[in-house]
């Protein structure tokens, strides 16, 4: 019975997402029509998701942190899971560079004299750093400010622990506060067919056929890699490490995945990559520390995007990147996609201090920034798809050593 209930919102909104491409399709040149009357229903539901997100992400990583009972036990999952994060995300960029580069010959060669792109000033590395820490403790919630957010959660967690068996109530309470906002969350959820419907469809419209054609192969050089590293990196994550068939991961994933396309928000699409991976068999205690620290810091598509588009930029001004420029590249987008917002366009920002980094125009973001969200909807795909590898990675492997420990004793 339950089998059948996930089935029929998946479907449901795969249903939307053909539905939204098809009306796009009609819709076309009346993008007006589509986007003051369609989008605004969209954007009711995206601000409902933005209003759950902080109290999920907040007493998410707290219970879970508060369930493990042991600080030991938080930083070995925790350093498994920067450590994925990490080199999946170092990965990713390099296929990105490798994309880039093999897709060179193809790309147009484009004017670039007048272009202009006002980059809004990213902050540097330094600043990243001082920023992800509070100086305030409701502000961060009150600007959905989600490093922030997670770092207020793992103090509380982490107090909450040291304090231990007095505050017996308190963890009760809080338990029984992230069951609420759980359950607002499933309730908002059921609206996610005619929210993907009425996002989705205002982007076909307004982006036809026609600008995607001049960019045709950068696009495809992105979406080749972000299907590349989705196949075989997270195939051979869950399979070699997380124990469980590719298979069966693409599939219980689908949900997440159409939501993530659709709506280009990998923060927003947090709830359903919880409930996903839970359906899968990830442990609720890794999934509610693993998930929300992946929706805000793990972005491989955000990555493989920034590879390619520096290489795509530097070729239309007739640059060719050295090997230590690619590597600064690989550093510095690995970086980048940590300090990157959850939120739709948020990478497009990140790629000017990728840019700076190697010293390329950071004007050429204007080439790109037509089809921004094209990109980003595949980007965010493989954002939130790689959280929930790591998710089921982590659970496996926390479960082995769990069992270990156990026949030890
Ligand atoms: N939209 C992306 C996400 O939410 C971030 C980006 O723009 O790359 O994951």
């Known amino acids: 019975m339950k089998e059948k209930k996930k089935l029929s919102l998946a479907m449901q909104i795969f249903i939307a997402m053909l539905l939204a491409i098809v009306m796009g399709l009609l819709l076309q ?3 007006d029509f589509a986007n003051n009357f369609i989008k605004p229903f969209g954007t009711i539901f995206l601000n409902l998701v933005k209003f759950i997100v902080v109290p999920i992400v907040l007493f998410s990583i707290m219970c879970g942190i508060i369930s493990m009972k042991d600080i030991r036990k938080v930083g070995s999952i925790g350093l498994k899971t920067v450590v994925f994060y990490l080199c999946t995300t170092a990965f990713a960029v390099t296929i990105g560079l490798l994309g880039g580069n093999l897709f060179k010959g193809m790309f147009p060669v484009i004017a670039t004299t007048d272009l202009t792109y006002e980059a809004s000033a990213s902050a540097s590395f330094m600043d990243t750093l001082v920023n992800i820490f509070p100086s305030n403790f409701v502000k961060p919630m009150v600007e959905a400010n989600m490093l922030q957010v997670i770092v207020m959660a793992v103090l509380l967690g982490f107090s909450i ?3 231990g068996e007095k505050n017996a109530k308190v963890v009760s309470a809080f338990n029984d506060l992230n069951d609420i906002f759980m359950k607002c969350m499933e309730l908002i959820l059921k609206l ?9 469809c205002p982007i076909i419209a307004a982006n036809g056929a026609a600008i995607i054609g001049s960019l045709a192969m950068v696009l495809l050089a992105a979406y080749i890699c972000y299907i590349l590293h989705a196949v075989v990196v997270y195939s051979l994550s869950v399979k070699a490490m997380g124990g469980m068939s590719p298979v069966k991961f693409f599939k219980g994933m689908m949900p997440a995945i159409i939501f993530a396309f659709s709506s280009a928000s990998s923060v927003g699409t947090l709830p359903i990559n919880l409930s996903c991976t839970e359906k899968l068999g990830a442990k609720k205690e890794i999934t509610s520390f693993v998930l929300p620290l992946g929706a805000t810091i793990n972005m491989d598509g955000t990555a493989i995007y920034q590879g390619v588009c520096a290489i795509f930029i530097a070729s239309c001004y007739g640059i060719q990147l050295t090997l230590p420029q690619m590597l600064t590249i690989v550093l510095t987008a690995t970086l980048a996609s940590i300090g990157t917002a959850g939120v739709p366009g948020a990478g497009m920002v990140m790629l000017a201090m990728v840019l700076t980094s190697v010293g390329l125009p950071v004007d050429g973001i204007a080439l790109v920034a037509g089809v921004d969200r094209i990109f980003d909807m595949g980007r965010t795909t493989v954002n939130i798809t790689g959280d ?6 982590v659970s496996n492997m926390e479960e082995k050593r769990e069992k270990k420990l156990a026949e030890k004793k």
């Open 29 to 31: 040149g009346q993008a």
């Open 161 to 163: 622990i040291l304090v």
């Open 192 to 200: 996610s067919p005619i929210g993907v419907f009425c996002l989705l």
């Open 388 to 393: 929930a590898a790591c998710a089921i990675v």
